[in-house]
């Protein structure tokens, strides 16, 4: 199956350019320049119609809430909001009930996503069982599943078990995604044993200039540490909406949208965490950030005058490349996750149009800058904000024995 993709503006993290792109049995095949001939056949065409076409974004931090609190969110809802975001990849963190703390946990969330078939999910295991303060998973086993590993939601207080996940990362070659609090000091701690017994460290969600610091020197350094931004901590600053970390001072975040437009903050992550109103109204903290992220982001990024391009750096190619994916770049023998998004399309935050189960964010009402129209995962386009029925899952293919066990 051959798709052509026509008329789109070419954005990654190589910069911007007019062009082509041929998509065959999910992946991209060639990528032609402005004016090209077009000698192949195919099957099929998209007019982009002078939209900019994106690779797909992939989120390193959210929580899908599936298994155990699926009265917030579960993996169909999530998923619609997410391939509704732009997202073609989702890091899903361990905090669910029961804990994701197994290999076979692991494994049950993503075979139920991909029954969904809309985004892959990158699911996260736990590195402590049942988040408790000292024992560790069992590593060897949870590599064979994922190479994302975190307490997030809380904090990894233990040195010693924060120092075993490190070395531990360095021998199973994970990444160890860490929800830091109080955050700069906790953050200077978790640099000092990263030095002491090494390991590849990211670091969740910062939101103060302090931190940013310390992780700008750890890098100095030739420490393997990276981290990320979320959408809320870059668009607003000083709001007494309850997130975690919170909203910090303008000086903490002005230092944040200077950290993306010099490379020193590494990805965009949406910590998208959906809430019902009850939960919501009794404390818990969280934003839903799926529908609304692209264009908070590119609202911020544009005003400070940062390319879309590193957009596109922060919000794929580099999630990719941490994350051990080859993905990212609309690039030859790339998978074909795309999204086709207008930059220059003001539109305005309903929460109530929301495809995820909850509504939980402050900016209802807001204007924002940059607004997905088609999201493609694997060449097929599972997102149509244009089309009657939106949303169009890849069903998942049967194995003969599973299509066995049905016939009996």
């Given at each position: 199956?051959?798709?052509?993709?026509?008329?789109?503006?070419?954005?990654?993290?190589?910069?911007?350019?007019?062009?082509?792109?041929?998509?065959?049995?999910?992946?991209?095949?060639?990528?032609?320049?402005?004016?090209?001939?077009?000698?192949?056949?195919?099957?099929?065409?998209?007019?982009?119609?002078?939209?900019?076409?994106?690779?797909?974004?992939?989120?390193?931090?959210?929580?899908?809430?599936?298994?155990?609190?699926?009265?917030?969110?579960?993996?169909?809802?999530?998923?619609?909001?997410?391939?509704?975001?732009?997202?073609?990849?989702?890091?899903?963190?361990?905090?669910?009930?029961?804990?994701?703390?197994?290999?076979?946990?692991?494994?049950?969330?993503?075979?139920?996503?991909?029954?969904?078939?809309?985004?892959?999910v990158n699911q996260v295991c736990?590195?402590?069982?049942?988040?408790?303060?000292?024992?560790?998973?069992?590593?060897?086993?949870?590599?064979?599943?994922?190479?994302?590993?975190?307490?997030?939601?809380?904090?990894?207080?233990?040195?010693?078990?924060?120092?075993?996940?490190?070395?531990?990362?360095?021998?199973?070659?994970?990444?160890?995604?860490?929800?830091e609090e109080p955050e700069t000091?906790?953050?200077?701690?978790?640099?000092?044993?990263?030095?002491?017994?090494?390991?590849?460290?990211?670091?969740?969600?910062?939101?103060?200039?302090?931190?940013?610091?310390?992780?700008?020197?750890?890098?100095?350094?030739?420490?393997?540490?990276?981290?990320?931004?979320?959408?809320?901590?870059?668009?607003?600053?000083?709001?007494?909406?309850?997130?975690?970390?919170?909203?910090?001072?303008?000086?903490?975040?002005?230092?944040?949208?200077?950290?993306?437009?010099?490379?020193?903050?590494?990805?965009?992550?949406?910590?998208?965490?959906?809430?019902?109103?009850?939960?919501?109204?009794?404390?818990?903290?969280?934003?839903?950030?799926?529908?609304?992220?692209?264009?908070?982001?590119?609202?911020?990024?544009?005003?400070?005058?940062?390319?879309?391009?590193?957009?596109?750096?922060?919000?794929?190619?580099?999630?990719?490349?941490?994350?051990?994916?080859?993905?990212?770049?609309?690039?030859?023998?790339?998978?074909?996750?795309?999204?086709?998004?207008?930059?220059?399309?003001?539109?305005?935050?309903?929460?109530?149009?929301?495809?995820?189960?909850?509504?939980?964010?402050?900016?209802?009402?807001?204007?924002?800058?940059?607004?997905?129209?088609?999201?493609?995962?694997?060449?097929?386009?599972?997102?149509?904000?244009?089309?009657?029925?939106?949303?169009?899952?890849?069903?998942?293919?049967?194995?003969?024995?599973?299509?066995?066990?049905?016939?009996?």
């Amino acid at each position: 199956m051959k798709t052509l993709i026509t008329n789109a503006v070419l954005t990654d993290a190589g910069g911007t350019r007019d062009g082509k792109v041929l998509i065959r049995d999910g992946r991209i095949e060639k990528v032609y320049k402005p004016g090209s001939r077009i000698r192949a056949k195919y099957d099929s065409e998209i007019d982009a119609g002078g939209l900019t076409l994106m690779p797909g974004f992939i989120d390193t931090h959210s929580h899908l809430r599936d298994p155990g609190l699926t009265y917030k969110e579960d993996l169909t809802t999530g998923l619609r909001a997410a391939v509704k975001g732009g997202f073609t990849t989702v890091t899903a963190m361990a905090n669910t009930k029961p804990v994701t703390d197994t290999a076979e946990k692991v494994a049950d969330i993503k075979a139920r996503a991909k029954e969904v078939g809309l985004a892959d999910v990158n699911q996260v295991c736990a590195l402590t069982k049942d988040f408790g303060s000292r024992e560790c998973v069992d590593f060897p086993s949870v590599v064979a599943e994922t190479r994302s590993i975190s307490n997030d939601g809380h904090n990894v207080d233990d040195a010693e078990a924060m120092a075993e996940g490190l070395r531990a990362s360095q021998e199973y070659d994970f990444i160890l995604m860490c929800h830091e609090e109080p955050e700069t000091e906790t953050v200077v701690r978790d640099i000092g044993l990263l030095r002491e017994n090494g390991g590849h460290l990211h670091i969740c969600h910062i939101s103060k200039k302090a931190t940013l610091d310390a992780i700008a020197e750890a890098k100095k350094e030739g420490l393997d540490i990276t981290c990320e931004v979320t959408p809320h901590h870059l668009y607003a600053s000083g709001l007494e909406y309850r997130v975690h970390p919170p909203f910090r001072t303008w000086n903490d975040r002005r230092a944040l949208i200077a950290g993306c437009a010099a490379g020193t903050i590494d990805t965009l992550g949406t910590d998208h965490a959906p809430h019902s109103e009850e939960d919501k109204a009794a404390g818990s903290p969280g934003i839903n950030n799926y529908e609304t992220a692209f264009g908070m982001y590119h609202t911020v990024f544009s005003k400070a005058g940062i390319p879309l391009s590193r957009l596109s750096e922060m919000a794929s190619a580099k999630p990719a490349q941490r994350l051990g994916m080859k993905a990212g770049l609309i690039k030859e023998g790339y998978p074909a996750d795309l999204v086709l998004v207008d930059p220059s399309e003001e539109w305005q935050i309903r929460p109530k149009a929301f495809v995820s189960k909850s509504h939980n964010t402050p900016f209802g009402g807001d204007w924002i800058l940059g607004r997905v129209h088609k999201t493609i995962k694997s060449g097929q386009v599972v997102y149509d904000a244009d089309a009657e029925e939106p949303f169009n899952p890849i069903k998942a293919e049967k194995s003969e024995e599973t299509e066995q066990e049905t016939q009996a």
